[in-house]
């Protein structure tokens, strides 16, 4: 049974600092893994999707990166804003039969003017 | 715009009451989606839909009824057996189930008991 773990639950930061979010999995036979953001009382906004072949992807300020064989992503905000501030998702897409999706729990962001 | 609309934002059930939450998308995804969300947990299955007339269970679809009776359209009954509905449901949907596409989602609703 796949488990998707994010560590921090919640974490603090000043405005402009760059910062790193964690994701961890236990069954590397993964699909592909997607990052969402979350606002409170609202759905979830797709940032980044990874296929199980890439490494990284990028958007603007943001850069996840997936190494499989660790069963680990990690999304990197830049330059953080008071806007980032939110709770950050991922998800891990498995490759066998129904291919089931996995949500981690969270990081709550907050960003410090 | 494309997206996925989900009404009512905030419903409330009476003890022994049915309430059905809807799920209407204009992207033409084929696979639909309902998740149940609860403080502190990831986003948990309900049920699943891959295709028009056809859906699955997911890994909590106890106390739960779903149609898809239209490709848009993906409603989800949340019967009496269901004890404990209290939580935020979210609608998503995905090109195909076997791809590698992104799931989208709807903004939700909150459901409470009186």
């Known amino acids: 049974k796949q488990e998707v773990t994010q560590i921090p639950a919640a974490l603090s930061v000043p405005e402009g600092e760059n910062l790193v979010l964690n994701c961890s999995f236990t069954?590397?036979?993964?699909?592909?893994l997607q990052w969402f953001r979350q606002d409170p009382g609202k759905g979830l906004t797709s940032l980044l999707l990874i296929q199980s072949s890439q490494r990284e992807q990028t958007s603007g300020r943001l850069n996840a990166s997936l190494d499989k064989s660790s069963g680990r992503s990690t999304l990197y905000i830049a330059a953080s804003q008071p806007g980032d501030s939110a709770t950050y998702l991922c998800a891990v897409k498995g490759s066998g039969g129904y291919q089931k999706v996995t949500f981690g729990t969270g990081t709550k962001l907050q960003v410090i003017p | 715009d494309g997206g996925i609309t989900q009404s009512p934002k905030y419903l409330f059930r009476k003890e022994g009451q049915n309430v059905t939450l809807s799920c209407e998308q204009n992207?033409?995804?084929?696979?639909m989606y309902w998740y149940r969300q609860d403080p502190g947990q990831g986003l948990r299955l309900i049920y699943y839909s891959q295709i028009v007339n056809d859906f699955q269970k997911g890994d909590i679809a106890e106390g739960y009824s779903v149609s898809r009776e239209k490709k848009e359209s993906f409603p989800l009954t949340v019967t009496s057996a269901q004890k404990n509905p209290t939580a935020f449901y979210l609608c998503?949907?995905?090109?195909?189930?076997?791809?590698?596409?992104?799931?989208?989602f709807g903004d939700g609703t909150r459901l409470s008991i009186l």
């Open positions: 069954d590397s036979a993964i699909y592909n």
């Open positions: 992207l033409n995804h084929d696979a």
């Open positions: 998503a949907s995905s090109i195909g189930q076997g791809t590698g596409q992104p799931q989208h």
